[in-house]
């Protein structure tokens, strides 16, 4: 059956005649990848990346490819007009043979293909700080080609994504309906989650009156979403383009640090090995500066170190309100494992508020800006 349908789909992309083979593909967590290899016209095969949607979480499909769509034709062009390689520093889309940029089978799951990026690698652990640099000056530089896109255009595929406020209200909602009767167990963190409610309106209520800008964000970027060329060790390509939505620069900054900075596993049970590196979160914030050159606004510097305890707030939020729900979104494996990722995230938030001061001069350094007048609003 999967193969007939794989066939079915190979049929309806524009790509060569001859399929050489058709192996299953990376190691992402959310569509199915496959790479196809074709005989090339000159001998030289040509190879494709082919994925079939996860439907159980892109519940809009057609309005997730039209972002990447408008996305990757945006950054095409840029690319061509600076000089570079449209089919390395992007991903391409092959179109369908109706012309569509996917196609719906007949069990009803959407696909897409891609250009292979040839001579290009990702890696799916930080092992040291300079490819966490190199995954950062990759994100600003999407950041920076992005910048003036019309944000507003994007589709909110996922419905209040970053939404801190409305995270915040399902969090005290799962507090008072306590269903499976452990809140008395998690008073601490439910404490130090209502302690900090300011957290979830700071950004959210920036990004309403118009003081940080609406971006074109990524909203996944870790480092395996980024492509390294082979040889160089260089990011050469921003793929997994699934959650670009509209939203906050500072919130993809954020996410990085929350994911990229601590120092241990984000179910890790043994807090004193949780802390959040101020040499990663350096190499980070060099690397994001440097590819946006000059692209965010003084406020949005000024808020980076918000949107890294704001994102590492809010995830810590999810885990605690899946928690007390009963774990029924986020997978678990053991008991109790939403509630260490939690505590995880909460120890991050702690640490870096500890920390503020010190993210503050690493940034004024970067953006070479005299730090008193930057952050008057902050210390
Ligand atoms: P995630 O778990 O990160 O959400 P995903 O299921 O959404 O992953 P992708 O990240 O889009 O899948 O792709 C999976 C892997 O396939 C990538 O990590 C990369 O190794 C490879 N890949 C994807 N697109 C391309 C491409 N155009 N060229 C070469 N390799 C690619
Ligand atoms: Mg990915
Ligand atoms: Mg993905």
């Given at each position: 059956m999967e193969q007939e349908i794989m066939q079915e789909v190979i049929q309806h992309f524009r790509f060569p005649e001859h399929l050489k083979e058709e192996i299953p593909y990376g190691s992402g967590h959310i569509n199915d990848t496959f790479r196809l290899t074709f005989e090339g016209e000159t001998g030289k095969p040509r190879r494709f990346i082919l994925q079939r949607m996860n439907k159980e979480i892109f519940l809009r499909p057609v309005e997730l490819m039209e972002n990447i769509v408008g996305v990757t034709t945006w950054l095409r062009g840029k690319i061509i007009s600076n000089g570079g390689d449209p089919e390395r520093e992007t991903l391409n889309l092959v179109p369908a043979a109706d012309g569509n940029c996917y196609y719906r089978d007949s069990a009803g799951d959407y696909w897409r293909a891609y250009l292979f990026i040839e001579d290009a690698v990702c890696y799916n652990q930080v092992e040291k700080p300079e490819d966490f640099y190199e995954s950062a000056l990759a994100f600003g530089h999407f950041q920076r080609l992005l910048?003036?896109?019309?944000?507003?255009?994007?589709?909110?595929?996922?419905?209040?994504?970053?939404?801190t406020e409305e995270r915040f209200l399902k969090l005290q909602k799962a507090v008072r309906e306590d269903v499976c009767k452990r809140a008395d167990k998690v008073k601490d963190e439910i404490a130090f989650a209502l302690s900090r409610e300011s957290l979830a309106h700071t950004l959210c209520r920036m990004q309403k009156n118009g003081e940080l800008p609406l971006r074109v964000t990524h909203n996944d970027t870790k480092l395996n979403n980024i492509m390294m060329d082979r040889a160089t060790g260089k990011g050469i390509c921003v793929i997994d383009?699934?959650?670009?939505?509209?939203?906050l620069a500072v919130n993809d900054f954020g996410d990085s640090i929350r994911f990229g900075a601590s120092t241990g596993a984000e179910d890790e049970r043994d807090l004193s090995k949780i802390w959040c590196s101020l040499e990663l979160f350096e190499a980070y914030t060099k690397g994001f500066l440097e590819g946006c050159g000059g692209s965010l606004t003084h406020e949005e510097i000024c808020m980076l170190p918000d949107g890294a305890i704001t994102m590492t707030y809010e995830c810590g939020i999810r885990f605690l309100t899946d928690y007390l729900s009963g774990d029924t979104y986020f997978k678990t494996h053991r008991e109790g494992q939403n509630l260490d990722r939690c505590r995880t995230q909460f120890k991050l938030v702690a640490d870096m508020e500890q920390k503020k001061q010190q993210m503050y001069e690493i940034i004024a350094n970067y953006a070479n800006i005299k730090q008193h007048k930057c952050f008057k609003t902050n210390l």
């Amino acid at each position: 059956m999967e193969q007939e349908i794989m066939q079915e789909v190979i049929q309806h992309f524009r790509f060569p005649e001859h399929l050489k083979e058709e192996i299953p593909y990376g190691s992402g967590h959310i569509n199915d990848t496959f790479r196809l290899t074709f005989e090339g016209e000159t001998g030289k095969p040509r190879r494709f990346i082919l994925q079939r949607m996860n439907k159980e979480i892109f519940l809009r499909p057609v309005e997730l490819m039209e972002n990447i769509v408008g996305v990757t034709t945006w950054l095409r062009g840029k690319i061509i007009s600076n000089g570079g390689d449209p089919e390395r520093e992007t991903l391409n889309l092959v179109p369908a043979a109706d012309g569509n940029c996917y196609y719906r089978d007949s069990a009803g799951d959407y696909w897409r293909a891609y250009l292979f990026i040839e001579d290009a690698v990702c890696y799916n652990q930080v092992e040291k700080p300079e490819d966490f640099y190199e995954s950062a000056l990759a994100f600003g530089h999407f950041q920076r080609l992005l910048a003036d896109y019309p944000a507003k255009t994007l589709h909110e595929t996922i419905k209040d994504f970053h939404n801190t406020e409305e995270r915040f209200l399902k969090l005290q909602k799962a507090v008072r309906e306590d269903v499976c009767k452990r809140a008395d167990k998690v008073k601490d963190e439910i404490a130090f989650a209502l302690s900090r409610e300011s957290l979830a309106h700071t950004l959210c209520r920036m990004q309403k009156n118009g003081e940080l800008p609406l971006r074109v964000t990524h909203n996944d970027t870790k480092l395996n979403n980024i492509m390294m060329d082979r040889a160089t060790g260089k990011g050469i390509c921003v793929i997994d383009l699934d959650t670009v939505m509209p939203g906050l620069a500072v919130n993809d900054f954020g996410d990085s640090i929350r994911f990229g900075a601590s120092t241990g596993a984000e179910d890790e049970r043994d807090l004193s090995k949780i802390w959040c590196s101020l040499e990663l979160f350096e190499a980070y914030t060099k690397g994001f500066l440097e590819g946006c050159g000059g692209s965010l606004t003084h406020e949005e510097i000024c808020m980076l170190p918000d949107g890294a305890i704001t994102m590492t707030y809010e995830c810590g939020i999810r885990f605690l309100t899946d928690y007390l729900s009963g774990d029924t979104y986020f997978k678990t494996h053991r008991e109790g494992q939403n509630l260490d990722r939690c505590r995880t995230q909460f120890k991050l938030v702690a640490d870096m508020e500890q920390k503020k001061q010190q993210m503050y001069e690493i940034i004024a350094n970067y953006a070479n800006i005299k730090q008193h007048k930057c952050f008057k609003t902050n210390l």
